[in-house]
């Protein structure tokens, strides 16, 4: 059977917290979210089955066993930083780590990344995906683009772009179910839901009084939304930015000239606001805001 040991990160969480007697001030050594630091914490006292810390409000002091298991990590961890590395003396690349939901990363950030690391060829650039709706914490990332309200407590939140949504299907499909020439005509159609691209916005824009869908094909992920218009499955709302390739291919055609101009998601800047003390940080912040308010 294994030996299982516990993870170095949480280890060093630990360590950083217990000398500074403070999360904050330890994540911003560690350059992580105080968000993330917790979790570090949780995960060794889950592995250790013990409380490390005593929480009294926003103070923080070792427990018992923390003080305890303090010196033993302590130890290890100097046994791990004095053991001879011939290339430690070599500087740390920046670094900023992002994250982002996979239809954004896939078919808006990675066409542009060039432009940045043209500008920026020092800042090594890590993409981590993330779920619309559902990944709310920033966990380890810098900096996070959310596709939502825009409304984050205790985050800093910056609306990148907003695009309209319209309606599309395949043309197999529409051979399928007939002629649909006006608004009224989708009531044949079965219609793919979204909670990230809800019907009923487009509904009142084309004068409809009609409830959001509740059966029938559901994805939470925009691209996947596409790819099941492109197969036929169904007829489903999309914006300009991901669809383009496959109207431009006719894979997908455009029903209507009616769309949404302020629909209820857009994306967003997410990030907590030390981490703007880091000029790499900064330089992609800046980039993101100049690369996409003129998208």
Request: glycine share 6%.
């Amino acid at each position: 059977m294994a030996t299982r040991i516990p993870p170095v990160h949480a280890l060093s969480a630990f360590e950083a917290a217990a000398r500074h007697g403070s999360f904050a001030l330890a994540a911003e050594e560690l350059c992580i979210t105080p968000s993330a630091l917790s979790h570090r914490i949780r995960l060794l006292e889950e592995f250790v089955g013990e409380r490390l810390f005593i929480r009294d409000g926003r103070n923080v002091g070792l427990s018992e066993f923390g003080r305890r298991y303090l010196d033993v990590v302590r130890q290890a961890l100097r046994t791990l930083t004095d053991f001879p590395m011939p290339r430690r003396a070599a500087p740390v690349q920046p670094r900023v780590k992002l994250t982002l939901p996979p239809t954004f990363a896939r078919y808006l950030l990675v066409p542009r990344l060039a432009s940045f690391t043209e500008q920026h060829p020092d800042i090594a650039v890590e993409i981590y995906l993330s779920v619309p709706l559902y990944d709310l914490s920033l966990a380890e990332s810098d900096l996070e683009v959310r596709f939502g309200p825009g409304k984050y407590p205790n985050l800093q939140s910056e609306k990148l772009f907003s695009e309209p949504t319209f309606v599309i299907s395949s043309p197999a499909y529409l051979n399928k179910v007939g002629e649909i020439s006006v608004p009224e005509d989708l009531q044949k159609a079965t219609l793919i839901r979204s909670a990230l691209e809800p019907w009923q916005p487009w509904f009142e824009a084309a004068g409809l009084d009609w409830p959001e869908p509740s059966a029938g094909l559901r994805v939470d992920d925009l691209g996947l939304l596409l790819e099941a218009v492109r197969h036929g499955h169904g007829i489903g709302l999309t914006r300009e930015h991901f669809a383009r390739e496959l109207l431009d291919s006719g894979e997908v055609v455009r029903l209507f000239d009616m769309q949404t101009a302020t629909p209820p998601h857009v994306y967003y800047m997410v990030y907590e606001k030390q981490v703007t003390e880091r000029p790499e940080v900064v330089a992609f912040l800046q980039w993101m805001q100049t690369t996409f308010r003129s998208a």
